[in-house]
């Protein structure tokens, strides 16, 4: 992990939008003249902000003097940039074939009623971002799904509840 990330998981918190917004600028005056730096000036800035929204999207393009077409074009491209604000957590029920055969859609039904948002959405505490995987590698252990990092096997909907009062 970089230093810029690093920095940023023990100050967030505090830090001004103000504040968030010079440590970007100063990570593209950095990366700026760097071949194919869009995307690690992109993942810098989400860990920065937490996500990317369109104002920050804008300044991005300003400040590496591209087009904001070419910036919004890349954050839509790859899953893992999100112009929304982000939980803290993000639980992916995989929906791929195996799990939906064997009951990733009760799970899907389960978790919405607990955490009160459906598919594609952060709850209001910011505790959770809820979104469906298409496949996650444990096809033989199905349903599966992931929180953040960690994979939960042959999940049953009973234990989802006790799942998520880990976190
Ligand atoms: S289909 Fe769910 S892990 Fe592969």
Redesign the pocket.
């Known amino acids: 992990m970089s230093s810029e990330a690093l920095s940023c998981q023990c100050c967030c918190d505090e830090e001004s939008d103000q504040q968030k917004y010079q440590r970007i600028a100063e990570i593209i005056e950095k990366y700026k003249n760097r071949e194919g730096s869009l995307i690690q000036v992109l993942h810098l800035s989400q860990s920065i902000y937490g996500y990317l929204p369109l104002e920050l999207q804008i300044f991005i393009a300003d400040h590496m003097d591209k087009p904001l077409s070419e910036v919004s074009g890349v954050i839509t491209f790859y899953s893992f940039f999100s112009t929304q604000p982000r939980g803290k957590h993000t639980i992916r029920v ?7 055969v ?1 009951g ?1 859609k009760k799970l899907i039904d389960r978790l919405e009623g607990i955490l009160g948002v459906s598919v594609g959405s952060t709850t209001e505490d910011k505790k959770f971002t809820f979104e469906i ?12 799904m992931m929180i953040d990092d960690v ?1 939960f ?1 042959q999940v049953n909907p009973d234990k989802l509840e006790s799942i998520l009062a880990k976190y």
Not at 94 to 100: D, R, S
Not at 133 to 144: D, E, Q, T, W
């Open positions: 995989c929906m791929g074939t195996a799990c939906y064997r990733g995987a298409r496949c996650i590698g444990a096809c033989g252990l199905a349903p599966a994979v096997k």
